[in-house]
């Protein structure tokens, strides 16, 4: 910014400043459009992804506090003075309620309500160690103006950024969480210029543009600032308080040390709108916890993120310090499973994954040619490793996940691989491996992440690789398949790179995972899965008006996997044809007919098993193999008319079923009817 257009400080007055419309200008509503979806859950991830962009050492650990009161009394007072409630901001936020109809305004009237009847939540989410508001008051540099002015620019820098974000939209979860629409930030920081330390306050507001109550007839923008007056240019500007200006002290949810580098964020009257009351504000801290472990367990195991959570509510109170829950363990091990070789040499047939045992393997990634962007971003097509460890869960283990998965409906744990790059925030927890398996959590590190030592310097192949998943992801950066920036920077195939890469992981997964069964055990646990035998997937053939229906069912199997086979009971029943032949007069039939037997059913069609045996308790039943191929496939059964249900036990074997394709197929049994004489 040049000297000619430096802002000039007018006055120290804190008030809140909004402008005036033009005649012309058109009403325009809240920006809670542009939020992100409003979970507890979201506005953790972009906290504290934030507070990690902005550390002042990337080795050396950020801390942050979720500081929740309900104010009552003079710690109300006290905060709305902080805030200068009465310098402006209470007077719009009821010209808002009273204005015309928009979205919001049942939200501002609810709210209002609330206030007045005294109560006033508010969220206070406060880091240290880190750099805090720096840079100018205008401008697209600088973390001031990007986090507290502009709007759509990434906080962590126009270009690309080490960590976490890229898209500067996720920042709205702040205001999405306000009844009033209205945040309010203090910062200690290092002054660029003069290299001294300062501070700074100010406050945003997004209400709709709106008139004032009491006959004012002008008309005003939502967007306003807690600020102080300047000019630029001879035009009125907003400008930033320093804490003695804003009368910030000991003692103000906003204040902070002097040597307490960081921001300061007090979102005014919290309101999370689920209910027509806010939640129970142990259950929100609860959730505020719960969410910082789903998305951030890399982060509190390396001890880069020191957490906490504190809460105040009448005569009760508590401060939580967040560290790796008991579920998360096993995710941790599959994290930090060592990589002095790949586990996968271990391995045998015999010899697979033990309950609680971790393994570790690499799997490839192919990033294309990268032809847009900076120009010394751009690289041909390069092949690059991610690191994969993999947990099989205990039975506890598997309690544990499955209790926490039932009270924090964001996410699925059990069978989920957690992905990550450089910024160690969990993007998602992805199903890999469907079908039978070992219950099993599994940790992909991609990027500048893959690396067992964070202070090693990555390969030049994991820069790119962190790139491109970087530039995979979407504002809420809660996956790699966001395809609007890839699209555009790289060559062909850039759609298929993760969807292969997490293909070839499934598949290596799916081998370590396989169980290792022996003997003859009645449905061992995850077998079923396995050879997807339903009890209950009847096959049915309807009956016509000259012949029969029949439906069969699998009612109950034994494995003898090492022999490849297994035995079944299969129940046969007649669904009788539906012109009965007593109504016509006629006889029915002394016998009926059919072939059952069982088949499997895979990718590309059904394949009839080869029966080694078949017997019936019922001696009424007379069995008769039907061979295809010189092996026996089916039964031809003929029964009584008076027997309707029988059972039917057989041998099948599963020779020349290859283990990759017995872990594909599913079983079922078949019943074909004969036509009555």
């Excluded at 804490?243 to 949810?253: P, R, T, V, Y």
């Excluded at 039978?436 to 940790?443: L, R, W, Y």
């Excluded at 016509?544 to 003898?560: A, C, E, M, P, Q």
């Excluded at 079944?568 to 016509?584: A, L, T, Y």
Aim: contains cysteine; aromatic residues 8%.
């Amino acid at each position: 910014m040049s000297k000619s257009s430096k802002p000039k400080e007018v006055s120290a007055t804190k008030f809140w400043k909004f402008r005036e419309l033009a005649a012309d200008e058109p009403f325009r509503g809240s920006r809670q459009s542009f939020a992100i979806t409003r979970k507890i859950h979201n506005l953790v991830r972009e906290a504290i992804q934030n507070i990690r962009d902005q550390g002042r050492s990337p080795t050396k650990p950020v801390s942050v506090s979720f500081k929740i009161f309900d104010l009552v009394g003079d710690a109300k007072t006290r905060f709305l003075a902080d805030i200068g409630w009465n310098q402006g901001l209470h007077t719009h936020i009821a010209g808002c309620a009273k204005s015309q109809d928009v979205a919001e305004k049942q939200l501002l009237i609810d709210n209002l309500e609330k206030f007045n009847e005294g109560l006033m939540r508010v969220l206070i989410i406060s880091d240290s160690e880190t750099k805090g508001l720096t840079g100018q008051e205008l401008g697209t540099t600088g973390n001031f103006c990007k986090l507290c002015r502009n709007e759509m620019i990434p906080t962590e820098g126009t270009g690309v950024a080490a960590n976490g974000g890229a898209f500067g939209v996720g920042k709205s979860a702040y205001w999405s969480f306000s009844g009033f629409d209205t945040v309010v930030f203090s910062s200690r920081f290092i002054d660029e210029e003069t290299k001294l330390p300062s501070s700074r306050v100010f406050g945003r507001t997004y209400l709709p543009d709106h008139q004032l109550d009491g006959g004012d007839a002008r008309s005003f923008s939502g967007d306003g600032y807690l600020c102080k007056p300047g000019l630029i240019n001879g035009k009125e500007v907003g400008l930033s308080l320093k804490f003695e200006e804003a009368n910030i002290s000991k003692g103000s949810l906003l204040y902070r040390d002097e040597n307490d580098f960081g921001t300061t964020i007090a979102i005014v009257m919290f309101d999370e709108q689920i209910e027509d009351q806010n939640r129970a504000i142990d259950e929100l801290a609860n959730n505020i916890r719960d969410s910082i472990v789903v998305n951030f367990w890399p982060l509190l195991d390396s001890g880069l993120l020191k957490a906490n959570i504190e809460w105040s509510s009448g005569e009760s109170s508590a401060d939580i310090k967040v560290g790796v829950l008991k579920p998360f363990e096993p995710f941790v091990r599959a994290a930090n499973v060592d990589r002095d070789k790949n586990s996968l040499e271990d391995l045998t047939k015999d010899t697979l994954l033990d309950a609680g045992q971790c393994v570790y393997f690499e799997n490839s990634i192919s990033i294309p040619k990268r032809k847009g962007g900076k120009a010394e971003n751009r690289h041909d097509k390069i092949e690059g490793i991610v690191s994969v460890g993999l947990t099989c869960l205990t039975e506890n283990e598997l309690e544990d996940l499955k209790s926490f998965q039932e009270a924090y409906k964001d996410v699925e744990l059990v069978d989920r691989f957690a992905y990550m790059r450089s910024a160690q925030m969990v993007v998602d927890y992805k199903l890999l491996v469907e079908g039978n398996c070992s219950k099993h959590v599994g940790v992909v590190r991609a990027g500048t992440a893959r690396g067992e030592d964070l202070n090693a310097r990555p390969d030049d192949s994991d820069f790119k690789v962190e790139m491109f998943l970087r530039d995979s992801e979407p504002p809420m950066h809660d996956h790699w398949f966001f395809f609007d920036k890839v699209s555009s920077n790289y060559a062909k195939p850039w759609r298929e790179v993760v969807r292969n890469m997490f293909e070839s992981i499934a598949t290596t997964a799916k081998k370590i995972l396989r169980p290792n069964l022996f003997g003859d055990k009645d449905r061992p646990d995850g077998l079923a899965d396995l050879l997807r035998i339903k009890g209950d997937g009847d096959v049915i053939i309807p009956p016509g008006d000259n012949h029969i229906g029949v439906r069969s069912r699998l009612i109950k199997t034994k494995f003898d996997i090492a022999n490849k086979k297994f035995t079944c009971d299969v129940e046969v029943q007649r669904v009788d044809p539906k012109s009965k032949p007593r109504s016509r007069g006629i006889r029915p039939p002394d016998k009926w007919s059919a072939n059952v037997g069982t088949q499997a059913v895979g990718e590309v069609g059904r394949e009839l098993l080869t029966h080694l045996a078949a017997s019936s308790t019922d001696s009424s039943l007379m069995l008769k193999t039907e061979s295809q191929d010189s092996r026996v496939v089916s039964y031809l059964v003929t029964a009584p008319w008076s027997v309707k249900k029988y059972l039917i036990s057989f041998e099948v074997s599963l020779e020349g079923f290859s283990d990759a394709l017995i872990e594909r197929i599913r079983v079922t049994s078949f019943a074909e009817s004969q036509v009555t004489s």
